[in-house]
């Protein structure tokens, strides 16, 4: 029989619906995980054990909701409301939201319990959960590697089945990155198909809310639950998804992202996928997104600029920690210089930096026409095909405290941010192992194409990969 963490989100929530199995014991068999390998894993910052036993036991096998007593992580940097939320920073480590995000709201109006929240790097700020102010996240697979971040917590806890499913927040690759070190699905949704009310901002015109879960068929299942427009959050729309057609899919693959930096075993394993899903009927072409480097420049001056405006609000009287002081100058400095990680600390004095008078010209304004341009790649590609295949990472998961220059660490994001940019879907999904280590592809599709991707994904999970 198999273990009820070995289940997959669909196969809980029917099995809990149809009274086969309990919400206590399912909940217990999870709770049971984390207390085996939290102390070795370090995915979560809180786990509500008492919130969430007294949840379990209140659920009604007649009760109603697609997720009806199943329990979900969720990234620290989302809200929950009279539940510890600390975007994996001090400066908020005592903050007890008054009120749910959007999809918290969503998640538990279909019978969802919170079971904890997820490490992440601080503010989301990162591609390894090493900038943690909670300690470093460690790799399944490898205790001496990296997650992957900023929601390595997430991807960790669903990869090391302590949790089914978990929801996290995607600005350059936070959601795809990780999931691809950890072996699981991620997904980043198009910018403004899913609310970000509840979100601790980090850049608010790429941020985005997504899943991490064990299987693609999880990914549309929690999808579906926390799509769709919110009157809290002006970003949002409901736009018309784009469906799957009988005519044969066109899967392009860019010739920007097989250059000089990508790992040749991870390289080979794209290929693999597109002579798999070459052989499934589907057709392959050469795409060319020409403005792709410059992605990373672009995203390193909009993240920061728009970083030292969100963050300006955790000043220690509003929000944030408060240091006694002689004065407000001071009050200032202790609190925000005690508060703040190195790499918080970072992003705010380059964003402040780009945004100065006589330099928001020559930098932010300039990186928004570059990101325009970034767009019209994808647009152009998107005519000749309908979705593109692509590495996640250039490389399979570091080591924990190899990437100390802080340019080497941003270039793993190097696959995932354009995506960001263009404020298009991206799917990571699982394509085997390489030396031990997860590898995952990426497939990234025009605005409101979540079906297609996930159509695609599924088809990638029945191959073979060795």
Request: charged share 25%; with cysteine; net charge positive.
């Amino acid at each position: 029989m198999m273990q009820i963490t070995e289940l997959s989100l669909k196969q809980l929530a029917g099995g809990i619906r149809k009274g086969d199995l309990s919400a206590k014991e399912v909940l217990q068999a999870f709770l049971q995980k984390i207390a085996e390998k939290e102390p070795q894993l370090n995915a979560f910052i809180s786990v509500f054990t008492k919130e969430v036993l007294g949840g379990a036991k209140s659920v009604k096998k007649e009760g109603k909701g697609r997720l009806l007593g199943v329990p979900l992580a969720i990234k620290d940097n989302i809200v929950t409301k009279g539940l510890r939320t600390t975007a994996g920073s001090k400066i908020i480590e005592d903050f007890i939201p008054p009120y749910n995000a959007t999809v918290v709201t969503k998640l538990l109006a279909e019978g969802a319990l919170i079971l904890g929240k997820t490490n992440m790097d601080e503010f989301a700020m990162g591609s390894s959960t090493e900038n943690s102010a909670y300690g470093v996240t460690r790799n399944p697979y490898d205790l001496a590697r990296v997650s992957g971040g900023s929601s390595g917590g997430s991807a960790v806890a669903v990869a090391a089945r302590m949790a089914p499913a978990a929801l996290g927040t995607d600005t350059g690759g936070s959601i795809r990155q990780p999931a691809a070190f950890c072996g699981v699905v991620g997904l980043k949704p198009t910018y403004g198909a899913v609310s970000r009310y509840g979100a601790i901002a980090l850049t608010s015109s790429l941020d985005q809310i997504g899943t991490l879960t064990r299987t693609v068929e999880d990914a549309k299942f929690l999808f579906e639950i926390i799509r769709g427009k919110d009157p809290c959050d002006a970003t949002t729309v409901q736009g018309e998804a784009i469906r799957p057609s009988k005519k044969s899919l066109r899967i392009g693959l860019p010739k920007e992202y097989f250059a000089k930096g990508l790992d040749l075993g991870v390289s080979k394993r794209v290929h693999a996928v597109a002579e798999f899903l070459d052989k499934k009927g589907l057709k392959i072409e050469d795409v060319s997104l020409p403005h792709t480097e410059y992605g990373l420049s672009v995203y390193y001056l909009i993240t920061p600029s728009e970083v030292s405006a969100n963050l300006a609000r955790f000043d220690g009287i509003r929000f944030g920690c408060r240091k006694d002081s002689q004065n407000l100058e001071d009050l200032y400095l202790r609190s925000r210089g005690e508060g703040f990680g190195a790499e918080p600390k970072r992003r705010i004095i380059l964003g402040t930096f780009a945004l100065s008078s006589g330099y928001s010209d020559q930098y932010y304004l300039r990186a928004v026409r570059a990101r325009t341009l970034i767009a019209r790649d994808f647009e152009e590609a998107f005519r000749k095909v309908d979705l593109i295949l692509a590495p996640t990472t250039p490389t399979t998961a570091f080591k924990i405290g190899e990437k100390k220059d802080p340019l080497s660490m941003y270039m793993g994001d190097i696959f995932t941010i354009p995506t960001s940019l263009a404020g298009l879907p991206g799917l990571s999904v699982p394509a085997g192992v390489l030396n031990g280590l997860p590898v995952g592809v990426q497939l990234i599709g025009p605005q409101f194409s979540e079906d297609l991707l996930f159509g695609v994904g599924e088809l990638v999970e029945e191959g073979k990969w060795s």
